[in-house]
Nanobody, 125 residues
Framework: QVQLEEAGGGLVQTGGSLRLSCAASGRTFSSYTMAWFRQAPGQEREFVAGIRWSGSVRTYYADFVKGRFTISGDNAKNTVYLQMNSRKREEAGVYFC?????????????????WGQGTKVTVSS
């Protein structure tokens, strides 16, 4: 089992940038598929981006963030990042880091067995 802790949330202006981090402990995170999800008030958790290491690094993004968000990992720090650029107001919410013990990036949140506590992002106009 891996323990996850997010950081980096806060207030960002529309069009601005923010970087979230997810520190993993318990096992090397490269053994997992890692992903970021977003949950807005009253809505279900939504896939944002995923990354896996299996021979080579693979990433996958939700359509609404392609070209603006970048997911990456630092093996030495056992940390995954989500660089978010050109923020939109509707992208506010709580961002969660998640892990699954299979080397395949999938979208449904139920496929991920480990979750962090989330970090809140507010986007102002």
């Amino acid at each position: 089992q891996v323990q996850l802790e997010e950081a980096g949330g806060g207030l960002v202006q529309t069009g601005g940038s923010l970087r979230l981090s997810c520190a993993a402990s318990g096992r090397t995170f490269s053994s997992y598929t890692m992903a970021w999800f977003r949950q807005a008030p009253g809505q279900e958790r939504e896939f944002v981006a995923g990354i896996r290491w299996s021979g080579s690094v693979r990433t996958y993004y939700a359509d609404f963030v392609k070209g603006r968000f970048t997911i990456s990992g630092d093996n030495a720090k056992n940390t995954v990042y989500l660089q978010m650029n050109s923020r939109k107001r509707e992208e506010a919410g709580v961002y969660f880091c998640a892990a699954r013990g299979m080397h395949m990036i999938v979208v449904p949140p139920d496929e991920y067995g480990s979750w962090g506590q989330g970090t809140k992002v507010t986007v102002s106009s």
